[in-house]
């Protein structure tokens, strides 16, 4: 079954900073890959997903992710880390090739330090 | 614009009572997923349907949960009898399951349940 994790528990940095989310996955086959954020009461909101094509994937509010094969890593990345950007994030992985399930990491607290 | 919408937002009775929590997909979307998200287990996959039918619900506890979409445009959770370790955030989300692509799901806002 694919499955994806995120190592840290809380991502701390300074506003102005980059700001780097990290993400494993494991799944059998080409992954599709998704990144999506959680604002406090609030429920999921999509921000990329990668299907195929460009390894580095742009999405909403200035965050990327790239993509890499060799080392089954998805990392979420913002190269100036805004205040508003404090939230939990998550990791999910789809297996193409099989039904329409997303496993979702456990999720990161992103704090962004005035 | 449109948007999966729940209700009720919160939730709070005591145990031993049903819990019934509805969902409106985005209209066109053909899949339903119901997720829960406590601190402890982060968010679980509850069940899923695609136009209509339960495709899984090996995530719900099957004694006293139960989740029905009785039309295209109404997904239900019910709990019954309710216990505290219910207590938690329940998601919807809708989406399309994609063909040449994949598509992202639409969460709403969720349900924040509290049995005492």
């Known amino acids: ?114 | 614009d449109a948007r999966v919408t729940q209700t009720p937002r919160h939730k709070v009775t005591e145990m031993g009572q049903e819990v019934t929590m509805r969902c409106q997909p985005i209209l066109g979307h053909n899949t339903v997923f119901w997720y829960r998200q406590t601190m402890m287990q982060g968010l679980e996959l509850l069940a899923y349907f695609r136009n209509r039918a339960p495709l899984d619900d090996s995530g719900m506890p099957k004694d006293r949960f139960s989740a029905e979409m009785p039309d295209a445009t109404l997904a239900t959770l019910k709990i019954q009898p309710s216990e505290p370790r219910d207590s938690a955030v329940y998601f919807c989300a809708s989406g399309l399951p994609g063909g040449q692509g994949v598509n992202e799901q639409f969460f709403g806002p969720g349900t924040r349940l509290t049995v005492l």
Do not use: M
Not at chain 1, 53 to 58: F, I, M, R, S, T
């Open chain 1, 1 to 114: 079954a694919q499955s994806v994790a995120q190592p840290e528990d809380q991502v701390n940095v300074a506003e102005g900073n980059p700001l780097t989310v990290k993400c494993t996955y494991s799944v059998s086959g080409n992954p599709y890959l998704f990144w999506y954020v959680q604002y406090p009461n609030r429920g999921l909101q999509f921000l990329l997903k990668y299907i195929t094509g460009d390894n580095l994937v742009k999405g909403s509010y200035g965050f990327e992710a790239e993509f890499n094969k060799s080392q089954t890593s998805f990392h979420l990345k913002k190269p100036s880390a805004l205040v508003s950007d404090s939230a939990l994030y998550f990791c999910a992985v789809r297996d193409p090739g099989g039904n329409n399930r997303l496993a979702f990491g456990k999720g990161n607290q992103v704090v962004v330090i005035p």
